[in-house]
């Protein structure tokens, strides 16, 4: 009965009641936390953001936005498709170096990545836009939050992705 309800009456529903055609950002709430293993980290309202590296206060603000705004949509979506991990906040990790950022699970090349099995989303810190000169930046304009609302929808529906189809 379950595959025929995800075949059959999601897509059905999905049509019938589409997104809201917008989604208003709510200002940013952000709480630092005592560092945790050489990582500085931060609370939002949905997420635990944690890096290895210095990201300026207005760069942090404009990630918890994104990310808390990438929950409220998820959330707001009229399917029940919002199902984060259960217990603690679900966790952003931004790596400054590539390197640790694939020992941590990310994939080579790549800017962001979700793992399932750890309920996390891993960013590469220099994907982001560059503190000290945005003009170094590795992505366009606006490109590292496009990546970063993939991801976060990956993890707002962290306990549906099984039963969903690929």
Same mark, same amino acid.
């Given at each position: 009965?379950?595959?025929?309800?995800?075949?059959?009456?999601?897509?059905? =529903? &999905?049509?019938? +009641?589409?997104?809201?055609?917008?989604? $208003?950002?709510?200002?940013?709430?952000?709480?630092?936390? %005592?560092? @945790?293993?050489?990582?500085?980290?931060?609370?939002?309202?949905?997420?635990?953001?944690?890096?290895?590296?210095?990201?300026?206060?207005?760069?942090?603000?404009? =990630? &918890?936005?994104? +990310?808390?705004?990438?929950?409220?949509? $998820?959330?707001?979506?009229?399917?029940?498709?919002?199902? %984060?991990? @259960?217990?603690?906040?679900?966790?952003?990790?931004?790596?400054?170096?590539?390197?640790?950022?694939?020992?941590?699970?990310?994939?080579?090349?790549?800017?962001?990545?979700?793992?399932?099995?750890?309920?996390?989303?891993?960013?590469?810190?220099?994907?982001?836009?560059?503190?000290?000169? %945005?003009?170094?930046?590795?992505?366009?304009?606006?490109?590292?939050?496009?990546?970063?609302?993939?991801?976060?929808?990956?993890?707002?529906?962290?306990?549906?992705?099984?039963?969903?189809?690929?």
């Amino acid at each position: 009965m379950r595959a025929f309800f995800l075949l059959f009456a999601v897509p059905l =529903l &999905a049509a019938a +009641a589409p997104l809201p055609r917008e989604v $208003v950002p709510q200002a940013a709430v952000l709480e630092e936390q %005592p560092d @945790e293993g050489g990582r500085k980290v931060w609370n939002t309202r949905f997420f635990r953001i944690d890096s290895d590296m210095e990201l300026p206060r207005n760069q942090l603000l404009r =990630l &918890a936005q994104v +990310a808390d705004t990438t929950a409220i949509a $998820v959330k707001g979506y009229p399917l029940p498709l919002f199902a %984060p991990p @259960e217990g603690l906040r679900a966790r952003i990790a931004i790596h400054g170096d590539p390197a640790d950022y694939v020992k941590a699970g990310g994939f080579h090349g790549s800017a962001g990545f979700y793992i399932a099995r750890q309920s996390v989303v891993l960013v590469r810190g220099d994907f982001l836009m560059n503190p000290g000169d %945005p003009s170094r930046a590795l992505l366009p304009a606006n490109y590292d939050e496009d990546i970063l609302v993939h991801e976060l929808v990956h993890l707002c529906m962290h306990r549906q992705n099984a039963g969903l189809p690929q």
